[in-house]
């Protein structure tokens, strides 16, 4: 199997991505059936990389998913100096290291391309993926093929490695391709380049110049160095491009001196950067440090200053949000800032707009921002554009303050703010057509359910035609709405069963989508994904959801009262002490679900769904996998982040109060009533010693 699978993989190159077949089509069909005949009398046998699986779909399903052995991580952002210097002190503190104490650090361009993660297994390349949503990415194997800059083969390499790097465009490729007139305009190289890898077709992408810089790594069977700088040394040794202005700094004082160094080359690099990466050198010491739920704690982007333009505001306009908030928004007379077009800019809210802040502190001045102004524009990054700042020599004569309005613009109920909230919010409830859109938009969102064929437009149509007025109707939509919808203008039998089949797809859900398909407030990807592995099931999450009654008086002035309420709490200790989980989203998750009207929402919606339980964590065969630890009293050859950090990279739970779920408690000198408490419900009590065999075995 293993012979015919290597002869039909190194066909399908000939063929697909390099344009030269060696194997007639007979032959090569004849023994891709052989191959798939065996699979067929031996499933178990069969490669989940087969061959018979990865070509022959029909390119307009789409690239097969990846899931990847190693997430795909993102970066922290920092934008000043004291952002640094903040992170080499938490560096400091989480390892528990002297002020003086030496520690060095990689800082490489931070390169404005897409992330690639290329699989090689005893040496051959057999994989490549895009990040995705940071855990399945696309399988892009026979576009990466074609990109010059990666190596097909690699010789002295580990068994098995993921190198990951970034895919770019240079300057000059990038207006070439573009004045070319052969492919569509693209706004900047980064587009284009994911444009051009993202490329059903590899024959596609072959023609675009594409570039890669290998700057890490995923899964490996044999480590590649004791230190960033090293591992990357040995990457290039392989092949790989990497970034020759990497450099080694040994203080914080070098590392930004590096930083300033880089910007100022940036304009002649030839390519796009946005800002600096730094690493800790120490593998071992990055491997302490762990990662937060989506990004290393041992990484940093230091990011360059934001492009600015200015233009002029045309009007200014209110967008109902799906939580009822009002949010105006800028229309601009279109400016190309950083490469790309802007014509929208957000204006928070209606302080904003007035010159002031959420204290009431003047910014700009105090100069508001009205319609027909001329506006400077900056750009960070993928966030939505800014304003910045309103040139009032060149405001129109006659140009009035915005008045916000104080009725919502579509339901025209009452919008009211808060005492303490800088937002005004429609009153209108799920009545309000404006938030009931923008939640079903959210729900069928790329994150939340992903619905194929149920975009936005859709949702609104459906809206209008009064078949859908709530998440639970889209799963009811083929029992009430079928007839009508096959009579739909632009439908037909077939799009409909598609719908509908997309639709009963998505009924198997997983928790974490689920959660934040619902909408609540503060509740996003990265806090539902957190959730979902927290609490491990629905009834689980819905229990310590329901059970946390009203929020107790954790405002208290003094410690102790605030332990005390806490303490007669469970459910709201356990919701705050989940790392990443703030009191603000705990109150706002917990009010959602004791609202009636959205309960039965939620009700109506949880009865048409099969949810399914958070897989937990890749690294699952550990010793402590799916336990739930506290631990209490002092901890001395380890600080209690690295130590939770730890056992939460090591598949477990780490609550902060000790319950008749909690599996074990670390004790350290000075354990108290945390320590009685588990005695006495006959708690595993082990001290620093176990807890470190087990951490360290
Ligand atoms: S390291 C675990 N190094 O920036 C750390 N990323 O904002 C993973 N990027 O998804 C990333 N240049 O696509 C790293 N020198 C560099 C980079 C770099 C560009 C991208 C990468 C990542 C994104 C995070």
Redesign the pocket.
Known sequence: MARLAGTVATADIDYHTLDAPRLSDADYDAIKQRLRAIEELFPDLAAADSPTRRVGAAPSEGFGKVRHARP????E?AFAAQHVAAFVGRIRNFLNLPADAPLWFTA????????LSLRYERGDLVQAAT?GDGTTGENVTANALTIADIPRRLTGAPDLIEV???VYMAHDDFARLNASGTDRVFANPRNAAAGSLRQLDAQVTRRRPLRF?A??WGELSAPLADTQSGAVARLAALGFPV?PL?SVAASLDQMLAAWADIEQRRATLGYD??GV?Y?LDDLALQARLG?RST??RW?L?HKFPAELAWTRLDRIEIQVGRTGALSPVARLAPVTVGGVVVSNATLHNEDYIAGRDSRGSLIREGRDIREGDWVQIYRAGDVIPKIADVDPARRPAGALPFAFPTRCPDCGSDAIREPGDSVRRCTGGLACPAQAVERLRHFVSRNAFDIEGLGTRQVEAFWSAGWLREPADIFTLARDHEGDLRAAEGWGDKSVANLLAAIEDRRAIPLARLIFALGIRHVGEVAAAVLARHFGSWPAFLAAVDGAGAEPATHAPDDRTRRAALAASPCWAELSSIDGIGPVLVRELVTAFQQPGERALIDRLIAQLDIQPDAGPVQADTAIAGLTIVFTGTLERMTRAEAKARAEAMGARVAGSVSAKTDIVVAGPGAGSKAKKAADLGVRVIDEDEWLAIATG
């Not at 795909?72 to 970066?75: G, H, N, P, Q, R």
């Open positions: 795909m991580l993102s970066l952002n490489e361009p931070k390169i404005d391309g897409l992330s990040r990951r790097g970034e810089f700057y890490g970034n990497t950067i946005d990466v690493k990662f990004t290393p990484a982007a």
